[in-house]
């Protein structure tokens, strides 16, 4: 597949100036190792992160009274005592202990640059290339260039800093480790320092060295906690860094994987970083042209973010953000990490707005929303290894709090799988997180088709989620099932005698989640031929469940009674669960009409004012084939919420990664759907990308498509089928299907679906004309 003229794929940010502040700072990550450099000249500091430094150590929180409030909360609220069941709920039914514990900063590579100082400089240039995953600092001093390459291997598992200088003898500069709390740091020896420490009393235990390699001549040796290097023409600087979460011997564990890192020359090092990184970044592409837009790729990223917020259009750097997700996603989830936290891994804080966890009644599911349909599916696999982690203290929760079968979780986890309700009930009084989760695991069996891990991983977790919710709801006289006392997240009703509230009972997302939770199991349940009985307690149970509601606007009404809003442009779209990410809305016409009218009620009241919510907003504007609509918020995201380092903002100017990876998704359900059986080509394409190219995208059913368009309109394609199942196209003109030079199937009138049987392995070109 080849377009006329190959569009470029913009790979790189870059600024012509040191990052003064950390929102400017660019980000590394091998999945466990975070680092944010910030390219100062004299002064440089690295920001560290480790995936599992994190305070306090896991601590059972449950409450035992919490089992028997949930009838007294019941009945208040059906009695409209809305104050009284909320204070009940906070004594009676929140974790023992309120919080959670943060996610934590490792600490600080420090540099020092005698001769460096401010003004000496010129030349200034920084970046980071998304496709090396490498970046990059150069300037010059007088009549010397000096160049700093960096990047986190995960070959090596190591932290790398190549110092370089283009005449001989030039390179001196100071560095050490720092932490400013719970930590100690010492010389190890003329060439390495470490820092070791613990967070907190109760929370992981680390250990960091950083050892100089030195080439070309030039010495080293300690200055109190700092290696001085004088007189060299490259050094090479690896740091390692490990936890007791993970090694009972963590210090020993450091220290080989220093001794083995250090012991291979640069380019080993560098080679092996970016042969392992590109085996995930070059799995897809995507390029987009607009008109006049030819030449913005030359403009600094950060003044191409500056004409976007003054309200130019810019089709490239939409581009950029959605490789830049995809680059944030691989930098902070690999197989064998943690899962991706509420800002990846990079965090420069001790206590960080909301604990930088686990916070999951959006924000950690919009994380991985990328994942299946950016050729990146193994990078799933942390969320996956997290929900059987907390799969045992899940059962308990739901034993003790609900006097219920199942696993369950409230609307935040951390590191070690803690399910209690945290913060209070207004918003941590919310059962379905796990439920949520357990849409991810067949979402990569429909991607994968891969039934072994059905068998061994995904079904088993959905089915005790879904074990737990039948045991949750409860039955009224006519034999319908109820679901709460719950909230819908983190949103407010006002009654009509004036009391506000967000304790509930049905709202519309927990019946969505519930309901789609239900069909999934009964789907994976015939498939793997067991579980006969809980089929049919699981279909009697969809068929008691409350339906959706149209409220007095024509809208789908977010609760079961059709309160008024406190805040009518919330930031939490909960309602329209069911039109994306799931899809049960939009089977229903006047439904998914509902649901329509429902996000035009939010964005006419200001709705979208975080990055996380716009990049929701996307996707859902997707799904109702508006491509145009969904351009706007991307737009807006870039304008309102987005740093000068291209990272996602919530207000006021706090980081989260939720914003970034949510509208990588947002834009290849613009490109490629495939819900409801069919495979959807261009069905929200923006009328701004007017040419464009995008290949490797993942659809389910285990198919991987390019598409490349002209002048607004699907020029070719191919499909690639991994799993040998039936394809079933819906494209937006006529196409043909070519098999070795054969039409084998086609269509003769625009979104007719076209079906051909696809054999594994085998590539099928999509021509247009029928």
Not at 307 to 318: A, F, P, Q, S, Y
Not at 357 to 375: F, R
Not at 416 to 421: E, V
Request: hydrophobic fraction near 40%.
């Amino acid at each position: 597949m080849h377009m006329t003229k190959p569009l470029a794929q913009e790979t790189k940010l870059f600024y012509r100036k040191p990052a003064k502040r950390w929102l400017q700072a660019l980000p590394l990550g091998n999945g466990r190792i975070g680092a944010m450099v910030h390219g100062q000249v004299n002064r440089e500091v690295i920001q560290l992160n480790e995936d599992t430094v994190w305070a306090r150590g896991p601590h059972n929180r449950n409450n035992p009274d919490a089992l028997e409030a949930v009838g007294d909360i019941r009945r208040l609220l059906a009695e409209g005592r809305l104050e009284e069941a909320h204070d009940i709920a906070d004594m009676a039914m929140m974790g023992v202990s309120r919080r959670q514990p943060p996610y934590q900063t490792l600490g600080e590579m420090n540099f020092y640059f005698p001769g460096h100082g401010d003004g000496a400089a010129v030349d200034y240039y920084r970046e980071l290339d998304l496709a090396t995953g490498i970046a990059k600092v150069v300037y010059r001093i007088g009549d010397t260039v000096y160049t700093r390459e960096m990047f986190t291997s995960a070959p090596d598992q190591a932290l790398v800093v190549r110092l370089t200088a283009d005449r001989p003898n030039r390179l001196r500069f100071g560095v050490n480790l720092f932490r400013k709390f719970d930590s100690i740091t010492a010389p190890e020896s003329a060439d390495t320092v470490s820092l070791d420490g613990q967070c907190g009393a109760w929370g992981t235990k680390f250990h960091v060295r950083l050892k100089a390699v030195i080439e070309g001549g030039g010495r080293s040796r300690t200055l109190g906690d700092h290696i001085y290097v004088e007189e060299a023409d490259a050094v090479t600087l690896v740091m390692t860094v490990s936890t007791d979460f993970r090694h009972a011997a963590y210090r020993e564990r450091c220290k080989e994987e220093l001794e083995q890192a250090s012991g291979r020359p640069y380019d080993e090092l560098r080679d092996r970083h970016i042969a392992e990184y590109r085996s995930w970044y070059d799995r897809m592409s995507l390029a987009l042209a607009g008109e006049g837009q030819e030449d913005l790729s030359l403009i600094p990223t950060d003044a191409r973010i500056a004409r976007v917020k003054e309200g130019c259009e810019d089709v490239g750097l939409m581009a950029l953000y959605f490789h830049y997700g995809r680059y944030l996603l691989i930098s902070s989830s690999r197989p064998g990490t943690i899962p991706a936290n509420l800002q990846g891994i990079w965090n420069d804080s001790y206590i960080p707005s909301w604990d930088s966890k686990y916070t999951i009644n959006i924000n950690i599911q919009m994380n991985y929303w990328p994942a299946e349909v950016c050729n990146l599916s193994e990078l799933h696999l942390p969320l996956f290894d997290h929900l059987e982690r907390m799969l045992p203290t899940g059962q308990e929760t739901a034993r003790v709090h609900y006097g219920a079968r199942g696993f369950m979780c409230h609307h935040n986890t951390d590191l070690w799988g803690d399910t209690a309700p945290t913060d209070f009930a207004r918003a941590g009084l919310w059962q379905m997180g796990a439920a949520w989760l357990c849409f991810h695991l067949w979402d990569h069996y429909t991607y994968t088709l891969d039934r072994r891990f059905l068998a061994e991983r995904g079904y088993p977790l959905m089915k005790e989620a879904a074990l737990f919710i039948l045991d949750f709801m409860f039955e009224d006289e006519q034999g319908n099932r109820h679901i709460g006392p719950t909230v819908s997240p983190e949103n407010i009703y006002r009654l009509p005698d004036g009391q506000t509230g967000r304790l509930c009972m049905d709202p519309a997302m927990d019946i969505q989640i519930a309901r789609g939770l239900f069909e999934r199991c009964i789907q994976a349940a015939e498939l793997l031929e067991t579980d006969e009985t809980l089929r049919s307690e699981w279909r009697a149970a969809c068929a008691k469940l409350p339906e959706p509601k149209i409220g007095k606007h024509g809208q789908l009404q977010e609760w079961d009674e059709d309160y008024e809003e406190v805040d009518p442009g919330h930031r939490h779209l909960s309602h329209l669960f069911g039109i994306f990410p799931d899809d049960q809305l939009l089977r229903g016409e006047s439904v998914s009409r509902a649901a329509r009218a429902a996000l035009e009620r939010r964005l006419q009241y200001g709705g979208g004012g975080t990055g996380w919510s716009l990049a929701w907003i996307v996707s859902l504007w997707a799904r109702f084939g508006e491509g145009d609509r969904a351009c706007e918020m991307i737009a807006k995201l870039l304008r309102t919420s987005t740093a000068d380092n291209m990272l996602d903002l919530h207000p006021p100017q706090i980081f989260q990664i939720d914003g970034n990876l949510g509208a990588t998704a947002g834009i290849a359900e613009l490109l490629l759907q495939s819900h409801e059986e069919a495979i959807r080509l261009l069905p929200a394409l923006p009328s701004s990308w007017t040419d464009g190219a995008v290949a490797g995208l993942r659809a389910r059913g285990g198919f991987e498509v390019s598409l490349e368009w002209k002048d607004g309109t699907l020029a070719a394609g191919q499909i690639r089928s991994r799993a040998g199942e039936r394809c079933r196209l819906l494209a937006p003109v006529p196409v043909r299907i070519v098999y070795n030079g054969t039409v084998i199937a086609g269509s003769k009138t625009p979104g007719a679906i076209v079906e051909f049987a696809a054999a594994a392995g085998e590539t099928y070109d999509i021509r247009v004309g029928s």
